[in-house]
């Protein structure tokens, strides 16, 4: 036999025996009997739980004691969630930024203003229009500041 036939044959033994239930499933499971899950009761019968967990209601922790002191837990209170600290406040930047950003926005938002509200367009207003939004982008990405730290050192190793 051929190696690609030894494996067609083990696919058609995986395929014919897909929906086969193991006769001893207690020897084939990889993990310890006290972590199998039982059932759930029906919903009509009443066993007297009110549905919050406690310490020692026969939930078992990772050291299988059922006290409460392992790490596995029941589900936590609803008001016990995580509240993130306040963001810290965004820098105000100087004056060359403001202005940079203030050109970037201001000579394309000028120019449809006034092509919306049709007011007359000399050459030289869409020149500084065009100008301010091409200078804004530049020193914008000049000032970007995307390489090494001045105190890194000669060596431009791993940047975190």
Same mark, same amino acid.
């Given at each position: 036999? *051929?190696?690609?036939? &030894?494996?067609?044959?083990?696919? $058609?033994?995986? /395929? =014919?025996?897909?929906?086969? *239930?193991?006769?001893?499933?207690?020897?084939?499971?990889?993990? %310890?009997?006290?972590?199998?899950?039982?059932?759930?009761? &029906?919903?009509?019968? !009443? !066993?007297g #739980?009110?549905? !919050?967990?406690?310490?020692?209601?026969? +939930?078992?922790?990772?050291?299988? *004691?059922?006290?409460?002191?392992?790490?596995?837990?029941?589900?936590? %209170?609803?008001? !016990?969630?995580?509240?993130?600290?306040?963001?810290? %406040? @965004?820098?105000?930047?100087?004056?060359?930024? $403001?202005?940079?950003?203030?050109?970037?926005?201001?000579?394309p938002?000028? @120019?449809?203003? #006034?092509?919306? @509200?049709?007011?007359?367009?000399?050459?030289w +207003?869409?020149?500084? =229009? /065009?100008? #301010?939004?091409?200078?804004?982008?530049?020193?914008? /990405?000049? $000032?970007?500041? &995307?390489?090494?730290?001045?105190?890194?050192?000669?060596? &431009?190793?791993?940047? /975190?």
């Amino acid at each position: 036999m *051929t190696p690609q036939s &030894d494996e067609d044959e083990v696919w $058609r033994q995986i /395929v =014919a025996s897909f929906n086969e *239930t193991a006769e001893d499933a207690s020897a084939e499971q990889p993990w %310890p009997d006290r972590e199998n899950v039982t059932e759930e009761p &029906d919903a009509g019968e !009443d !066993d007297g #739980a009110t549905g !919050d967990a406690a310490p020692g209601d026969g +939930i078992r922790d990772d050291d299988g *004691t059922g006290d409460g002191t392992g790490e596995m837990r029941a589900s936590a %209170p609803a008001d !016990d969630h995580y509240i993130p600290p306040a963001p810290p %406040p @965004l820098p105000h930047g100087d004056t060359l930024s $403001r202005l940079s950003w203030l050109a970037l926005f201001g000579g394309p938002a000028y @120019l449809l203003l #006034a092509a919306l @509200l049709q007011w007359p367009m000399d050459g030289w +207003i869409v020149f500084a =229009a /065009v100008a #301010a939004f091409i200078a804004g982008f530049v020193i914008l /990405v000049v $000032r970007m500041g &995307d390489g090494p730290p001045a105190d890194s050192g000669w060596d &431009d190793g791993a940047v /975190v």
